[in-house]
């Protein structure tokens, strides 16, 4: 592939905490090779902020390898970007031409609140996982896979719903800010799975009401999540979500 | 869990949703299915028969309080998961995500709703309100006294701005159902893709035909082409 430079123009959420107001603050980005990846064009601007003595611009990053969840930029109007099933540490500047102006954004959502630039608090999904988005096995050694017979097309399912990285791609995309696709491919990877049966029931409802108690709004079906998410998790667990609630519901005291 | 609990939860409310959606919607079948008959090309006879039906028959006037409750519900809830799923965003976002995500009429669900809303209101006082109220001209049918329902549809769609009126409201009623359809079924748990995909033909196949057959009653009433 021929190796070009990019000179881009970059309008970036500043805020300075939790409580303060935020704006936008517009960047010249020159010189961006198109080999690089989107974060790493955030590292050059960086390196330069602070060699001329100013704040650089705080911003979520792990594993940079598309698998830890933890990037979460909103850039031109999309979660991670323009590229389909991938994070944003994933998206290279290739995606973009000389001249552009590139807005990125922090995820917007009550429940996750913006700590600092264009990083959030997604401790939300946490508290999510701790109320159900678990199995307890509470003695003896780990059991032999091949001793627990499983439908592969349920292994299948349960493996795509585990793919979930939790980045909240979902809630960003969302016009009502729900975090049902996240909730569903938990609540689905357990439910699809024999070690899942015993808190089946309890699992989804604990998993709803905290989800309630975070404040992510509820879901319309739009399907925005599902186009959004770096890892192409299917809306169709948020339907089996559904089932899991309505039969859990009526079938508990 | 509790019903309080159940049905206080996002999920319980997009159930209270759903399940009276699916009800509206076979309200919508038996309507257009009654409404039809003004195409009897008999003056009316028909049609005003099916109508007294509606009005005199018990099981009919049972539904009917039903489909009060189902449409305060499905409005009233509606109007409540709105204002929720609004304020869970916080700060709106520079750039929006638009239809590169997802279908405009799925977003704007409420403001669809609300013209429904607004058209229904009307609906009631031009028909409702005078066939069980306030009363109609009689008709007589062989030696029998029926009230002229459809003598008043004549009468109403002959000014073209409420023909309009009732023409956009079904284009909103389209729209309603095109995404309202399917996702009924997803919100109360359908997930096997092999109805969901079945399910989504038949909403669109849904949202197209029995809106346009509403759409047909005003613009046949205005143009004379009921005989």
Known sequence: ?253 | MTWKQMFTSSVGKKLVMGFTGIFLVLFLIVHVGLNACIWAMDNGVMFNKAAHFMGANVVPRILEIGLFAGFFLHIIQGYMLEMQNRKARGTAYAVSYGNKGSKWYSRSMALLGTLLLLFLIFHIKHFWVPSRITGLEPMLIDGKEYHNLYGEMLVVFENPVIVAFYVISCISLAYHLAHGFQSAFRTIGINNPKYTTLLESVGYGFSIIVPLAFAMMPISMHLGWVN
């Open chain 1, 1 to 253: 592939m021929e190796h070009t430079t990019i000179n881009i123009k970059l309008k970036v959420w500043k805020q300075a905490n939790t409580q303060s107001k935020g704006y936008f603050e517009s960047y010249d980005v020159p010189g961006i090779s198109t080999e690089m990846s989107f974060l790493e064009m955030f590292d050059v601007l960086n390196e330069r902020l602070i060699a001329e003595g100013k704040e650089p611009i705080a911003f979520d990053h792990d594993c940079r390898e598309g698998i830890c969840g933890m990037c979460s930029m909103y850039i031109n109007g999309k979660p991670h970007g323009p590229w389909e099933g991938t994070t944003t540490c994933q998206l290279h500047m290739r995606a973009f031409k000389d001249g552009d102006i590139i807005v990125v954004e922090p995820w917007r959502a009550a429940a996750f609140p913006v700590i600092k630039d264009l990083m959030v608090d997604r401790g939300a999904f946490d508290r999510i996982i701790q109320a159900g988005g678990y199995i307890s096995v509470n003695t003896g050694n780990a059991v032999d896979g091949n001793a627990l017979p499983i439908e592969k097309e349920k292994a299948d399912n349960a493996f795509a719903a585990a793919a979930c990285i939790g980045c909240g791609a979902c809630v960003a995309a969302c016009k009502n800010s729900s975090a049902m696709l996240f909730v569903s491919a938990k609540v689905s990877h357990l439910a699809l799975l024999p070690q899942g049966a015993p808190e089946r029931k309890q699992r989804v409802m604990n998993m709803i009401a905290q989800m309630d108690k975070e404040g992510f709004g509820a879901c319309t079906n739009t399907g925005a999540c599902e186009a959004a998410c770096p890892k192409e998790i299917s809306i169709t667990n948020i339907a089996r979500l559904n089932a899991e609630y309505l039969s859990a519901s009526l079938t508990t005291a």
